[in-house]
């Protein structure tokens, strides 16, 4: 995969990038800290370690385009562009949260960013962006839709499914792999069989590559000739990125079925921002204050999202019943 | 009126609306059908009843949607699309499918705008044919509507008659919430009066189908002719009812049928399905907690038995509730 | 006598008839953990929850088998293997995920025995935890037992006790039909007395766990525990019930149920789902049907809103029927 | 694929294969007639056409191996060596039936001959089968298992979970897929994505090969590897087997999907029957004579099964809500 910065990825991109990466990362590593306090319920799963997946899609995407996501979801959100601070009050079930705090962390949407929700069923997602797809070919206005999901996912039925119906109906759907090694405690070379998701896609007929998930750059090039692809009508694409989780599936898992060192070998030698950030500044695209600077300007904005969500109040008792219909 | 099939009603329900709101879609297996056949003729099916037939013709194979036998990805894409601003019909070809989609019907679709807080809407019809009486055996046979009334954030429609047929139809694709509407296979050549243009029937609003004093009869699709059948029988020996449609099972218009049971003081409940946690006990449970001092006699249930569909002929006759058994059952609850 | 764990009580079930019967296989995802992983570590997970932990270690891979993400495949395949003679117990990591697999269950591992013309048994025993209470969010913490009570051929089993859970666990690995083993995620850690070694509960046999004279209360899993929290404050005021527990509701004890009534006159049913066609419902109608003349007062029935699971804490801890609920209703129904 | 007849194929077994495609042949055509009676309620797939695939695969199995079928079953059942009569007796919902008239044409089972059951659910049978393959794997008796399925099927998720769980389990599993081109009025050319359904297969990490469906020896040598790489224990195959229905979906199809002559040219030039005889008389392998006391063997032995099942009495009431249980 491609060494080199590709040369339509302007200054101003290159910083969004990076702090769209960044953000997602100090969200996460923040959660990972605060949710020792015992004030967030439930699963909660990280995303850190996969950002250059979600971002380098994203940069292709405006808010007329649509993601599903996953249980992993919060790394999707961000980089889609949703709002941090609701997200952090959805995490923590407080009133203003994105869903009012009714859906939580395995279930953030935000339909004005395109963002049409994180999904807590595995496979749960593709067939929504099938369905999205089929809408956006009708509209005739370009739009894509994608499909995050995992290793894992891969040997859900309901994902070949959707694989299969977007080749038929030609819609403009990407279907994205994070391929992290692990389905909760159980590894991918033992539960996938061939190992070759981007070959299963191939089987049904689509165009599918595999790239180095932690290359943003590398990811950013898969994503705009799938992305190009779909937008000229030519129908969908699989992109398969291997990538590694930094914390365990979600908050609490002890990793027993991780080698001790994987994971700090991973953070050490193989972080997507680390690489990043040598790649710009080793070819003089961005100065590293600059960077820097965004890590300051992340690192506040997180703490004030945690702030005001620790100090939100919760949702009214009365949501307990609205919204199960939009007519009663 | 003009006099027309419960299937006709149905397929006219569907080209009005397709007609009026470009957002509407059809998607599901056959629903044209002749896609990639070697006769080059699309419309081979119209859906395997018939009920889509033709509109390929006029909306074309963009609005008309032929599909992989991919249930999840039917109701998925349904779902997705109603998300992204459509408001997709997706036909399920026999409502026994719902076990290989179940998941995008009662976690996805019924649970997004509540998950979501809100802020979506989800405005998908699955259309799926259901019941007895055509020798389909224990897989193509039930009538599941009970195990999807019970899902908060769906709603559920199940007509007797062309004419609410087509009325709930229309209802079902203009509402913003999910619905689920079930057609008898056994009711799609049965005639009724039928205007030919635009009307809806309201969700959540039973017909009172007869009015009598004796005995409040409610019962569901297929079951309603048949308890007209018996009313019939006892009308000569002056034995008169309320008979209840409730045409959609959620929301249900308990309020009618609490109503005529505070007048009759009896309650007889007649569904095809097995009786276990159906709509029949659901009924019977409501009443007993919110109309138990109108009652004077136990409520009776007239059920299929807790058994699958069997295949033989003689067999699937007996399982399905007709009226004889109704009749009997009105008579016993009039003796208690 | 010793006390284990909710979760343990299972546990040493799984133990004690894979020991006793080489038929019994276990399958689903992470049941063992660690397969392909990079530290060579097997038994990593041993569930999500800890339920078949150490199970791997003295039975093996070829019995203690992990799955992909194929809930479809995990059921069918143990399905088929109990036709092929083994006595499978898959796990569903969440009942919730009934919705990608419903089909190997009611329409097949349900009907085979039916439709085979009795030439065949399923003894398929599916595990699947259950119960909001844990802020997992609308998809992971439902209480769907009632959908699948509702299928014919299927029985299901909802312990309240670690006792009841190994004893039920026993019966049902025993049993040539397929059963569905509900496990409340909030009774894990709950701790009871369980003899070590082997006892079967019999299915269809309900549990009085406390005698009274004012009211029946019927409580399923969870709600068992809150009931007698209720009952607790109410025996103050010299308010006593009987309390039963059905724990299995197919088959359903109602016979238990009716003989209450007929002594209490009044009946109070506690079910953490949502109340359309419920089991709370399908009790309800069958009391206003076979026991109407014992009834004193309208059944109250405590149930869930019809809503999906909300996320927030305080939302979610007014989502499930509580002691202060249970012990209103149970003051209602002592005024009508 | 080969023009010769494997050598390994002894005289009877050459008598046995074709009489159990004539006689399934015989049972299909002549239920296309008596369906006109009305006395056969429901739908009623037929197998026609493609009996060489069902033969040329249990040819190789014993009672002790199982095979799943489907909606299209009779084939499959008589080639595994069900009765006949009892199968009429089925179809026709009478007392006697092999499921007692309770399950129909969709549901026939023969516990006692390996098989587990038609299915009247697209891709129900396939994961049957793989719990089947986990069964034989630890009986260790070298049995082993096969799904079929249509072109159709591969579209439902189910059978990929089944594959790629018989991968990773490796399972004693064969998956025959019989690509009739169509999934009741739509044709594989549209629902197929890829149109390679051994190629998905390739997918899930196992060996897949694509024969030619009316040639019984090319399928029965395609069986024969699949089957013997299964009974030493090195895991699944697929067989995609190309042919065709020489009737419509269910009985009542009108078949507007279909060219006027496509069934009349594929009966006169690549009838799997026509293809047998030709090249075992051909080859002198066996003397027409024989094949044509075959015929009319089988012919009477249809005709007495229809006469049974015409004269037979319906199912006892009771058995209404017999066998829902076991224990009650
Ligand atoms: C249908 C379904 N089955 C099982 C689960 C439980 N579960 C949640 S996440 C997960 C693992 C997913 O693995 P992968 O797709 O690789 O995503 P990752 O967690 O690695 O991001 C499982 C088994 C679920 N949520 N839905
Ligand atoms: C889950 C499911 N969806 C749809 C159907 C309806 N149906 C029955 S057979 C069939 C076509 C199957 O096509 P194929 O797999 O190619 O088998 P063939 O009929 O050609 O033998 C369909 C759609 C079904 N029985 N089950
Ligand atoms: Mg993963
Ligand atoms: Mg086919």
Redesign the interface.
Known sequence: MSTEVPADLTRAQLLDAYRRMKTIREFEERLHVEIQSGQISGFTHLYAGQEAVAVGLCMHLTDADYIVSTHRGHGHCIAKGCDVDGMMLEIYGRAGGLCKGKGGSMHIADFDRGMLGANAIVGGGPPLAVGAGIAAKLARKGAVTAAFGGDGSSNQGTVFEAMNLAVVLKTPTLFVFEDNGYSEHTGAKYAVGSQDIAGRARGFGMPAVRVDGIDFFAVYEAMGEAVARARRGEGPSTIEATCTRYFGHFEGDPQLYRAKDEVQRHRETMDCLKRFRERVVGQDLLPARELDSIDSEVLGRIDAAVKKAQAAPPPAEAELTTDVYVSY | MPQKSFRDAINEALFLEMRRDPRV?V?G??VS???????G?RD??GG?FGVTKGLIHEFGA??V??????????????????????R?VAELMFA?????C???????A????????????CPLVIRASMGAG???????SQSIY??L??V??L?IAVPSTPYDAKGLLLSAIR???PVVFFEHKALYPRKGEVPDGDYTVPFGEAALVREGEHVTVVAIARMVGFAEKALDALAKEGITADLIDPRTT???DADTIYESVEGTGRLVIVDE??P???????????????A??A?K?????VTA????V??????ER??VPGPQRIEAAIRQVLKD
Chains 1, 4 share one sequence.
Request: include cysteine.
């Open positions: 879609i998607l297996e056959d059908g002749g896609a990639g056949g070697t006769s003729q081979a099916a395997i963009e609005r949607i032929d599909t992989p036998i991919s249930e999840s990805a039917i109701v998925g894409a349904g779902a997705g699309a109603a998300l992204a601003g459509l997709p026994d499918f719902v076990g290989v179940l998941d995008q019907i009662y976690n996805q019924a649970k997004f705008r509540y998950m979501f807080g809100g802020k979506t809407r055509m020798g389909m055996g224990a897989q193509h009970a195990l009334t019970a908060p954030g709603k509402d913003d919430d959620s929301p249900l399905s097995p276990r946690c159906s709509i029949a006990a659901d009924i019977a449970g409501l009443v007993a907690t919110n138990f001092h009652l006699a136990p409520v009776v249930q038995p807790h058994a699958p069997p295949f033989a002929r003689e067999l007996a399982y």
